[in-house]
């Protein structure tokens, strides 16, 4: 079999503990493989990376890239697109358009081009998985998966609320099986529901959800064991109650209590760290160092930043009731769509500014928590794409974190009371290599149970970058020398070579099919498609589709 | 012969946006004789129902082989200057993502007959933004149910039953019992009977009358006069804006009736906004009708693979966005188009006749199930198995919601989807050996 060989590159894999030291790295049939013996091995390529940085692939574990919400947000707005950088169509490639929300073959090149060869697309209705689905078969190169919505989903609530954690366990399941989907996902848990039916929203995760008789927090725990009990690859991914309000920090600091030493990953958690009250925009604050201080003695739990960028964005979000927040806040065109029996969506343009107190803030709270988690394996990059900023600006978050004296510059610029509300002054901190390979690959990838993604060792996925080692960190993560993708180079120095489709990641979890017929009778009693036409085919994989075993721990 | 029977069960109807996932098809030697809980429209559509006749593949009225078809196919496209690619609400998104890689490889314009009923809807929808559900939403919440420019009971005779106004839901135990149906019209429709209120407005004033609801939703004073020539008074809109602000889940439909009259996305801009405002006191939703079965499949390939619904122009190597600059009625009728190539749509017998008279003029290719005026006109024309009855695949229903296709026999033609991949791949090997020439 063909042998690819990268030799003399200086090699970042945190996962094998290798640090900085130059190494070969050997590839065949899409995999990493140890050196071969056997003198007769044919090498038919030979990539030279001397002077080079090696790292995996970038895996991303928080965006939104496809799916039913992803593409109202294409609809909404073509002005977002119009004075937007556009993707050329070549002899190989497809053509695209950018500005926050990429068309499809765009995202996958443009992941690709960045040196990301993984995403996951954070929050799908399982009535919309057949969408998602389909949008990855045109999403090139990367390997991908989707979070399904669960928190607001009124079979699970009402098996929270009658305590049947059994049925829940096997109703979560059959929906993970049915919609191809890879985690459990909760957004705003209870609050999208109460919106849906009257138009309010839930604030303390003890307060009752109307008629399903249960709250927050019952959900929360709830579907968290039931993640750890089908053994999931990734524990539940929570989006917390009451996003992007002053005060919020104690709603966080709630949910984190919750869990009760339970595994789970908070998202966006800078858009929950916010001290002050919600009527006094005056007493916003950062409450970043208290809750950091949580995480730092919790192992068991994760959480990506949700980093904020200054520039015009689209926010787009499961959580219905935040996107009429924002329409409110902002007077800006405001989409809603909500989806029956289990979710919600809210979908607004927003333009974060400098001058902004609020949105420097979230600016500042954002590398606040890159900064302040000690444990860099237990925090991922995220800007939660597009919502605090496209994912583009990976590697102007990067310069951020490794350059002090850059990202004290940008402090001075924004808006002066950011300086005595954060904390951000007064940290030193610069990140290593190192460790931004753990916060951009690998440790994603442990936090995602993806075992063969995130690192270099024997056996893992192929899936290599190759960056030019430069004291100008922008331009070296912003344009890698060379992508790799399942051992084969898809991206020359930003020019995409090869396109292969990547594949769907998802599970399928066991369930005991005699829960099914009491599944059936509600959805026959309130869908309007056939329980039938409901579960998603293997036609709609892209690739080959990639089956991630469900292991209880 | 022997005599086959099968039945196929959740079978999807693809007469309408309604796409009806519950059809139970009876088909005895590949021909359907029942079509159970199928619609009148959706009967006709299934047991009229027979294979395409004559050839699969005609050049210039004369029978083709596929290969020689697919092949002049391509020499027409990459041979024009400004090629059209049009129709697609037809098909099954599988083919649909073929066509908009075409047109992609070749540089031409991509629009589907959105253009041509629920457009200016995507252009308010990007004005204003949409407050809209899938339609379980509706059965499960809405007590009041308006239907704005819409003729259900003869263009969606299911939506009723299945949807809006019939079915008992999880918050509206008593089903119909439990909602007020509010039509508005310019005429008096077969669905008139069957609403709890009629108003019957003047042509050309939805809007008016649209953007005066607004204002009283808003607390702002109107007089009579202010509705003058509208055919309604405050009497009869008095007790209606009360009855939205006051309902627990409102929803408006809006058909064809108001996003192709005066006024257009302007009209649907007045509508998505009303429901948007209403959102102040209760939740309250638009979501257009849309017609045929997957147009809104239609709507959504074209935007996640260019990022725009419909209107597109790959001219210049990369999507851009004009309706009316690059929908198709205006690159035809304006004689800008020098090639097109129509997928299960019939312009020659629907569009105006400026489009019609310069699109007889140019080469084009034309993929239809049945003889049309226009595959009878078409330089190329194929001949295509039907989608869901012949073709498996994905369909979009109105409300955004995906759903397959059980096909209840084979056809002997190909599917649309088969003939596009064939086109796509004979056009990148031309291309590609005119590069390796021209290198």
């Given at each position: 079999m063909a042998i690819t060989r990268i030799i003399g590159g200086k090699i970042y894999d945190p996962t094998n503990g290798i640090n900085g030291i130059v190494r070969d790295i050997w590839m065949e049939n899409?995999?990493?493989?140890?050196?071969?013996?056997?003198?007769?091995?044919?090498?038919?390529?030979?990539?030279?990376?001397?002077?080079?940085?090696?790292?995996?692939?970038?895996?991303?574990?928080?965006?939104?890239?496809?799916?039913?919400?992803?593409?109202?947000?294409?609809?909404?707005?073509?002005?977002?697109?119009?004075?937007?950088?556009?993707?050329?169509?070549?002899?190989?490639?497809?053509?695209?358009?950018?500005?926050?929300?990429?068309?499809?073959?765009?995202?996958?090149?443009?992941?690709?081009?960045?040196?990301?060869?993984?995403?996951?697309?954070?929050?799908?209705?399982?009535?919309?998985?057949?969408?998602?689905?389909?949008?990855?078969?045109?999403?090139?190169?990367?390997?991908?998966?989707?979070?399904?919505?669960?928190?607001?989903?009124?079979?699970?609530?009402q098996q929270i609320a009658a305590k049947e954690p059994e049925k829940l366990k096997h109703f979560a399941s059959w929906l993970l099986d049915s919609a191809k989907g890879y985690a459990i996902k909760l957004v705003n848990p209870g609050g999208v529901e109460v919106w849906k039916s009257g138009g309010a929203n839930i604030h303390e995760i003890d307060e009752d959800i109307g008629h399903f008789n249960c709250t927050p927090r019952q959900i929360i725990q709830g579907l968290t064991q039931t993640a750890m009990d089908i053994g999931l690859p990734h524990p539940v991914h929570i989006h917390c109650n009451n996003l992007g309000l002053p005060g919020n920090w104690h709603t966080t600091m709630a949910t984190m209590d919750a869990l009760e030493g339970r595994n789970a990953h908070l998202t966006h958690i800078q858009f929950h760290s916010y001290g002050g009250e919600p009527d006094d925009q005056s007493k916003f604050c950062s409450k970043t160092i208290e809750l950091a201080n949580f995480v730092n003695s919790h192992p068991e739990i994760t959480v990506d930043v949700g980093q904020v960028l200054f520039g015009e964005t689209t926010s787009l979000t499961g959580d219905g009731p935040l996107g009429y927040y924002l329409h409110k806040v902002t007077g800006r065109k405001w989409t809603n769509a909500d989806t029956e029996m289990e979710a919600g969506c809210g979908i607004v343009p927003i333009t974060y500014k400098e001058k902004s107190f609020v949105h420097a803030l979230q600016w500042a709270i954002?590398?606040?928590?890159?900064?302040?988690?000690?444990?860099?394996?237990?925090?991922?990059?995220?800007?939660?794409?597009?919502?605090?900023?496209?994912?583009?600006?990976?590697?102007?978050?990067?310069?951020?974190?490794?350059?002090?004296?850059?990202?004290?510059?940008?402090?001075?610029?924004?808006?002066?009371?950011?300086?005595?509300?954060?904390?951000?002054?007064?940290?030193?901190?610069?990140?290593?290599?190192?460790?931004?390979?753990?916060?951009?690959?690998?440790?994603?990838?442990?936090?995602?149970?993806?075992?063969?993604?995130?690192?270099l060792g024997i056996g893992a996925d192929a899936d290599v970058t190759i960056y030019n080692e430069s004291p100008n960190i922008l331009a070296m993560f912003e344009l890698p020398f060379f992508v790799i993708k399942s051992g084969k180079v898809v991206v020359?120095?930003?020019?995409?070579?090869?396109?292969?489709?990547?594949?769907?990641?998802?599970?399928?979890?066991?369930?005991?099919?005699?829960?099914?017929?009491?599944?059936?009778?509600?959805?026959?009693?309130?869908?309007?498609?056939?329980?039938?036409?409901y579960a998603v085919e293997d036609k709609y994989l892209s690739g080959d589709g990639t089956l991630v075993p469900c292991v209880k721990k | 012969?022997?005599?086959?029977?099968?039945?196929?069960?959740?079978?999807?109807?693809?007469?309408?946006?309604?796409?009806?996932?519950?059809?139970?098809?009876?088909?005895?030697?590949?021909?359907?004789?029942?079509?159970?809980?199928?619609?009148?429209?959706?009967?006709?559509?299934?047991?009229?129902?027979?294979?395409?006749?004559?050839?699969?593949?005609?050049?210039?009225?004369?029978?083709?082989?596929?290969?020689?078809?697919?092949?002049?196919?391509?020499?027409?496209?990459?041979?024009?200057?400004?090629?059209?690619?049009?129709?697609?609400?037809?098909?099954?998104?599988?083919?649909?993502?073929?066509?908009?890689?075409?047109?992609?490889?070749?540089?031409?314009?991509?629009?589907?007959?959105?253009?041509?009923?629920?457009?200016?809807?995507?252009?308010?929808?990007?004005?204003?933004?949409?407050?809209?559900?899938?339609?379980?939403?509706?059965?499960?919440?809405?007590?009041?149910?308006?239907?704005?420019?819409?003729?259900?009971?003869?263009?969606?005779?299911?939506?009723?039953?299945?949807?809006s106004t019939m079915p008992k839901g999880l918050f509206i135990p008593n089903g119909r019992k439990?909602?007020?149906?509010?039509?508005?019209?310019?005429?008096?429709?077969?669905?008139?009977?069957?609403?709890?209120?009629?108003?019957?407005?003047?042509?050309?004033?939805?809007?008016?009358?649209?953007?005066?609801?607004?204002?009283?939703?808003?607390?702002?004073?109107i007089a009579e006069s202010d509705l003058a020539d509208t055919g309604v008074s405050l009497e009869q809109l008095l007790p209606l804006v009360e009855k939205m602000k006051s309902c627990k889940f409102g929803v408006l439909f809006f058909g064809m009736g108001l996003s192709m009259t005066r006024g257009k996305h302007l009209n649907v801009e007045a509508a998505l906004a009303l429901a948007r405002d209403l959102n102040e006191f209760t939740r309250f939703y638009a979501n257009p009708m849309r017609g045929h079965g997957n147009v809104t499949g239609a709507d959504n390939v074209v935007s996640w693979q260019t990022g725009y619904p419909f209107g597109v122009n790959l001219g210049r190597g990369y999507p851009r966005f004009n309706p009316g600059e690059f929908t198709t009625t205006d690159t035809l009728a304006r004689k800008e188009a020098d090639a097109a190539m129509i997928i299960a749509s019939d312009p020659m017998g629907n569009f105006s006749q400026a489009a019609r008279e310069h699109l007889a003029t140019i080469p084009f290719i034309a993929l239809d199930t049945k003889e049309t005026s226009t595959t009878r006109a078409a330089t190329v024309a194929f001949t295509t198995a039907t989608y869901g009855i012949n073709v498996p695949g994905t369909v979009y229903r109105m409300d955004d919601v995906p759903i397959p296709l059980r096909p209840a026999f084979e056809s002997p033609f190909p599917s649309d989807e088969k003939i596009l991949r064939a086109l796509e791949k004979k056009i990148l090997q031309m291309q590609k050996q005119k590069l390796e020439a021209s290198n």
């Open positions: 899409g995999k990493i493989i140890a050196p071969p013996v056997d003198p007769d091995s044919v090498i038919e390529k030979v990539i030279d990376a001397t002077g080079r940085i090696i790292m995996a692939g970038g895996v991303d574990m928080h965006c939104h890239i496809a799916g039913p919400k992803v593409n109202l947000a294409r609809k909404m707005r073509p002005e977002d697109k119009r004075n937007a950088r556009h993707i050329l169509k070549t002899p190989l490639t497809r053509s695209g358009t950018v500005g926050s929300v990429p068309s499809t073959f765009a995202t996958g090149y443009l992941y690709a081009g960045m040196g990301y060869t993984t995403a996951f697309d954070a929050a799908v209705p399982p009535l919309g998985a057949r969408h998602a689905h389909e949008e990855f078969q045109d999403t090139p190169i990367l390997d991908k998966g989707f979070f399904l919505l669960m928190g607001n989903n009124h079979y699970a609530l954002g590398l606040e928590w890159y900064l302040l988690v000690k444990d860099p394996w237990q925090i991922s990059m995220s800007t939660d794409h597009p919502n605090g900023g496209s994912f583009l600006a990976y590697p102007e978050i990067i310069q951020l974190l490794m350059d002090r004296n850059y990202r004290n510059e940008i402090l001075q610029r924004i808006h002066p009371r950011v300086l005595e509300r954060t904390s951000l002054k007064d940290i030193p901190r610069e990140y290593t290599l190192e460790e931004i390979a753990i916060i951009t690959r690998a440790g994603p990838a442990r936090t995602l149970g993806l075992i063969n993604k995130g690192h020359d120095k930003g020019e995409i070579r090869l396109q292969v489709p990547g594949n769907t990641l998802y599970v399928s979890p066991s369930y005991d099919h005699g829960f099914v017929p009491g599944i059936r009778k509600w959805f026959e009693s309130f869908y309007t498609i056939q329980f039938e036409n | 012969m022997q005599n086959e029977l099968k039945v196929v069960s959740n079978a999807t109807c693809t007469y309408c946006g309604c796409v009806c996932d519950d059809i139970e098809l009876t088909v005895e030697n590949n021909h359907i004789t029942k079509a159970k809980n199928a619609c009148v429209l959706g009967k006709a559509w299934f047991l009229n129902h027979s294979a395409g006749e004559g050839p699969v593949a005609r050049i210039r009225g004369k029978e083709a082989t596929v290969e020689e078809a697919v092949e002049e196919a391509a020499r027409i496209l990459l041979e024009a200057k400004f090629p059209i690619v049009y129709g697609l609400s037809d098909t099954t998104c599988e083919a649909q993502r073929v066509a908009v890689a075409i047109a992609d490889w070749v540089g031409a314009s991509i629009d589907t007959t959105t253009s041509v009923c629920h457009g200016p809807s995507g252009m308010a929808f990007q004005g204003v933004g949409e407050i809209t559900c899938s339609l379980g939403e509706v059965k499960n919440r809405a007590d009041l149910v308006i239907f704005w420019g819409s003729n259900p009971a003869e263009s969606h005779p299911r939506h009723w039953g299945r949807y439990d909602r007020t149906v509010v039509l508005v019209d310019v005429r008096r429709t077969k669905s008139a009977p069957a609403a709890d209120i009629f108003l019957q407005i003047k042509p050309r004033k939805d809007f008016e009358v649209l953007w005066i609801l607004r204002a009283l939703v808003k607390g702002i004073p």
